[in-house]
């Protein structure tokens, strides 16, 4: 199988190249075509909005919907939204109003479904919406907990998972149908916490989805009436606790690879509360995602076998304290993976088969990238010493930054960069949208 075929979308999306947070099940982050940045100037538009921007996912030629929240942790209750955006200005087209999200603080999704709808999933609420960003359809998940994602299986039916830290207790899948959001059959707990987003991809075995939980990565084959759990597929990612727990996976040339660490003091700080992220005392310092690690040990990147189960790992950045609030990207045609440390800094390229450092740079980013694979491109954020966030483009081969552009930004969060039309690139995160062009 290529990596073309690796990266398509199945049906259960509109056919479109970014319908989902990372441009499919398998979390790769490829996008179509190049940037060629090197050569190019770059133009910004920037949008200080005061939301919580979580993700822009596209549907038909020229429809760009974004999805976030509020970052309400105090005072006024949250509440998820959804807007069609002109792309150009960044304006809002059309807007569903607050949608209720059971008063947690945390980062949703959006996707474009095959049936012409966008689902939203935002805290214990998952809505359906039009176009037109009317509300079609509303569900409070069974599970009152924030939920950190949704994905379309390849019969349509929606899967989404509640978000918990090492002592919350196990967190559960609910998989629900398009049309009316209605169980297809009970919500599915699994044996551990698992803090991370599902990936999920279909092989000449059936459709499987994988979610690290806090010391083991799980497969669950998605059947007609349920999700399996594999137990002969229960690979231990984390035996020490001076490492931390794993967030979401990237599916990619026969392995998931994974990032440890990431349950950072902020993310301990929301998950602390009930609802989530809603503060009972003045403490929004230790939301930072810059206050040092809760862990003594390095930043890992962790190679899981899809088949032997069998796991690898590296931390060539070799810093005590590392941590992060994002996943790992690979690049198959370069034989390369991508990790990085956002507490510490610096972001590192390793042989994909030795886990051998192959090129550093010195940049501290947090975000989902995406990755133009044609043109051996990375873009990324880089938070950078007086405080403001930069978009970097990165040439894969080298780790050389090829182009930098201040978008405006003095936060950063680990939310989604996605490609936009005409070689551009929407940049989302608190407070702050962006669309950076290259021309």
Not at 205 to 223: C, D, K, S
Not at 307 to 316: C, D, I
Request: proline share 7%; hydrophobic share 35%.
């Amino acid at each position: 199988m290529t990596a073309t075929d690796l990266r398509t979308s199945h049906s259960g999306y509109w056919p479109s190249p970014w319908p989902v947070e990372c441009g499919g099940n398998r979390r790769q982050k490829h996008a179509a075509g190049r940037l060629d940045a090197a050569t190019s100037t770059a133009e910004v538009t920037s949008s200080s909005n005061g939301r919580w921007n979580v993700m822009v996912v596209r549907r038909d030629a020229n429809e760009w919907f974004a999805a976030g929240t509020m970052a309400a942790f105090e005072g006024d209750r949250p509440f998820g939204w959804v807007q069609r955006i002109d792309p150009n200005t960044l304006e809002a087209i059309a807007d569903t109003g607050p949608l209720p999200c059971g008063d947690h603080v945390w980062c949703g999704a959006v996707a474009a479904h095959a049936n012409g709808s966008l689902y939203n999933v935002n805290g214990s609420f998952l809505h359906r919406v039009s176009t037109d960003c009317e509300v079609t359809a509303e569900r409070e998940l069974p599970v009152d907990q924030a939920h950190n994602g949704l994905l379309v299986m390849s019969d349509g039916s929606i899967v989404t998972k509640d978000l918990r830290l090492e002592n919350g207790g196990p967190s559960t899948l609910t998989r629900l149908d398009p049309e009316r959001l209605e169980l297809v059959h009970d919500p599915v707990q699994l044996p551990e916490p698992s803090m991370g987003r599902i990936a999920s991809d279909v092989t000449h075995q059936g459709e499987a989805i994988y979610i690290p939980g806090t010391t083991r990565v799980f497969r669950l084959w998605v059947e007609a009436d349920g999700l399996r759990l594999d137990h002969d597929w229960q690979p231990v990612y984390r035996t020490d606790p001076s490492q931390g727990l794993a967030w979401d996976s990237c599916l990619s040339g026969g392995s998931a690879w994974i990032m440890d660490n990431g349950d950072i003091e902020g993310v301990r700080t929301i998950f602390d509360h009930h609802p989530n992220g809603r503060l009972t005392e003045p403490n929004r310092g230790r939301l930072s995602w810059q206050n040092p690690a809760p862990w003594p040990g390095p930043q890992r990147l962790l190679k899981v076998d899809l088949e032997s189960g069998q796991v690898g790992e590296a931390a060539p950045l070799d810093t005590p304290g590392g941590g992060i609030i994002a996943p790992p990207v690979h690049v198959p045609s370069l034989n390369t993976v991508v990790y990085w440390d956002s507490i510490n800094g610096g972001i590192a390229g390793l042989d994909d088969a030795t886990l051998e450092l192959k090129w550093s740079a010195g940049i501290r980013p947090t975000m989902q990238p995406v990755v133009y694979e044609e043109s051996g491109e990375l873009v990324i954020n880089d938070f950078t010493a007086d405080r403001h966030d930069d978009v970097v483009v990165l040439d894969l081969a080298s780790g050389y930054v090829v182009s930098r552009v201040d978008v405006g930004s003095p936060l950063a969060n680990g939310m989604f960069l996605s490609p936009g039309p005409d070689r551009s690139v929407f940049y989302c995160s608190t407070l702050t949208m962006a669309k950076i062009s290259w021309h």
